[in-house]
T-cell receptor, first 115, second 112 residues
C-alpha cells in the first residue's frame, strides 16, 4: 500500500489566491482527517469525515476554509481567499475504526506558504 | 484547548541513555496513543494503550498509563541518534467517534 498520499508537497501562493490541497487515503479506511500544524498552535484538527460524510468541522478556522470528500478515495481542503496566517503544514490522515479506535496514518503533509 | 500536554517540551540526551516523556490529559479516555514525527515528515504511530491497561511494551518503548492521575509516560530505553524526533501523545475521548486530540509534543534530541 502506498500510504496516505498528499499533493502538492509544497505550495507557495500570494494572498488572496485560492489554494486546493488534495488527499488520497489508504484504501479501506473509513475515516479521513485534516490537520494543520504550526509552531505556535501545534497540531490542530480541522475536520474529519466518516464514510465520506463530514462529522465534525468545528476546527475549521473560518468560512474561507472548506473541505469535501466526494468519494472514498479522495478529499480536498480549499482555502479561498488565502491569507499569510494560513501558512502552515497541512496533514491528511486516515484510519479504520475498530472497537477501540485504530491508529491514524498520516500523509507527508503539504507545506503552504502564503505571501 | 489541547487535551494532551507533553512534558518536557524539549529533551536532550546522549546516545545510550533513557528518555522519558510525560503526557497529561483532562477528560476520560478510551485509549491513549504515542506518535513520532521526524523533521519535515508526517506523524507515525508508535504504540496504543487502552484505558484498562496500565503498561505496554514494544521493543525499546515502554508506555504507562495512570487513569487516576490522567497521565501517561513514554520511556525509550538505550536511545539512538535515530530516535531524534518530536513525540506526541494523542487521546481518544470516551464517546468520541474516532478522532484524536494531540498534545504539542516533546522534542527529543539524542546526541551521538
Amino acid at each position: 500500500d502506498a500510504g496516505v498520499i498528499q499533493s502538492p508537497r509544497h505550495e507557495v501562493t500570494e494572498m488572496g489566491q485560492e489554494v486546493t490541497l488534495r488527499c488520497k487515503p489508504i484504501s479501506g479506511h473509513d475515516y479521513l482527517f485534516w490537520y494543520r500544524q504550526t509552531m505556535m498552535r501545534g497540531l490542530e484538527l480541522l475536520i474529519y469525515f466518516n464514510n465520506n460524510v463530514p462529522i465534525d468541522d468545528s476546527g475549521m478556522p473560518e468560512d474561507r476554509f472548506s473541505a469535501k470528500m466526494p468519494n472514498a478515495s479522495f478529499s480536498t481542503l480549499k482555502i479561498q481567499p488565502s491569507e499569510p496566517r494560513d501558512s502552515a503544514v497541512y496533514f491528511c490522515a486516515s484510519s479504520r475504526l475498530a472497537i477501540n479506535y485504530n491508529e491514524q496514518f498520516f500523509g507527508p503533509g503539504t507545506r503552504l506558504t502564503v505571501l | 484547548s489541547q487535551q494532551g500536554e507533553e512534558d518536557p517540551q524539549a529533551l536532550s540526551i546522549q546516545e545510550g541513555e533513557n528518555a522519558t516523556m510525560n503526557c497529561s490529559y483532562k477528560t476520560s479516555i478510551n485509549n491513549l496513543q504515542w506518535y513520532r514525527q521526524n523533521s519535515g515528515r508526517g506523524l507515525v504511530h508508535l504504540i496504543l494503550i487502552r484505558s484498562n491497561e496500565r503498561e505496554k511494551h514494544s521493543g525499546r518503548l515502554r508506555v504507562t498509563l495512570d487513569t487516576s492521575k490522567k497521565s501517561s509516560s513514554l520511556l525509550i530505553t538505550a536511545s539512538r541518534a535515530a530516535d531524534t524526533a518530536s513525540y506526541f501523545c494523542a487521546t481518544a475521548k470516551e464517546g468520541s467517534q474516532g478522532n484524536l486530540i494531540f498534545g504539542k509534543g516533546t522534542k527529543l534530541s539524542v546526541k551521538p
